[in-house]
């Protein structure tokens, strides 16, 4: 399946070369399965191969932002049959970390908690990491995200706003319309 709404010119090119396309049921189960394993969006793109933005829009439903190599090691990872229907995978128990609160970030577009402003034509998000992260937790208080405790691009400490000071990378990396 492929949805129009997400064609680029990536996209164009992946089909004229016959390469396989992800529909976004396989990119919201790819997200679910890394979520039950408690790993964060950077966690996994460090451990496949790829950046923690690519993996972040690929999750919102761009099949096109991840190399088909790093989608079938990810894959393979988690057990998930490409281009096949199966069974949920069984979650893992949640477990709560000593971290101090507020000090992570949701790197979900789509969280309750991250809040979009814009610059330009450009569009940001300012994490609530008070309301995200009130315990020091694992995951997002409010959408269940894994939480990232640092910045996904360089990994220096966050900050308050929504851009990191220090490589001038947005936290959060949402699929431009
Ligand atoms: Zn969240
Ligand atoms: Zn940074």
């Known amino acids: 399946m492929f949805i129009m709404g997400h064609l680029k010119i990536g996209a164009i090119k ?3 070369y016959g390469v396989i396309n992800l529909s976004p049921e396989i990119c919201m189960k790819i997200r679910a399965a890394r979520r ?9 793109a460090a451990e496949v191969g790829c950046k923690q933005s690519a993996l972040s829009m690929f999750e919102q439903g761009d099949g096109t932002k991840l190399g088909d190599e790093i989608v079938e090691k990810i894959a ?6 490409l281009g096949k229907e199966e069974e949920d995978l069984p979650t893992t128990p949640r477990g709560v970390s000593r971290r101090r609160p507020g000090t992570a970030f949701c790197p979900n577009p789509e969280c309750p908690g991250n809040s979009m402003y814009k610059v330009g034509d450009l569009k940001y998000y300012r994490p609530d990491r008070a309301a995200q992260d009130p315990a020091g937790g ?11 405790t640092r910045c996904p ?8 706003g929504g851009v990191c000071t220090f490589c001038g990378k947005p936290y959060v990396s949402a699929i431009e319309e």
């Not at 039950?36 to 996994?44: N, R």
């Not at 694992?138 to 990232?148: M, Q, R």
């Not at 990994?155 to 308050?160: D, R």
Request: proline letters at 0%; glycine letters at 10%; charged letters at 20%.
């Open 138 to 148: 694992k995951f997002c208080a409010i959408c269940g995200e894994v939480l990232e």
């Open 153 to 160: 691009a360089c990994g220096a400490e966050i900050h308050e």
């Open 36 to 44: 039950d394993a408690g790993l964060s969006q950077s966690v996994l």
């Open 14 to 16: 992946r089909i004229i």
């Open 76 to 81: 393979q990872k988690f057990g998930i049959v």
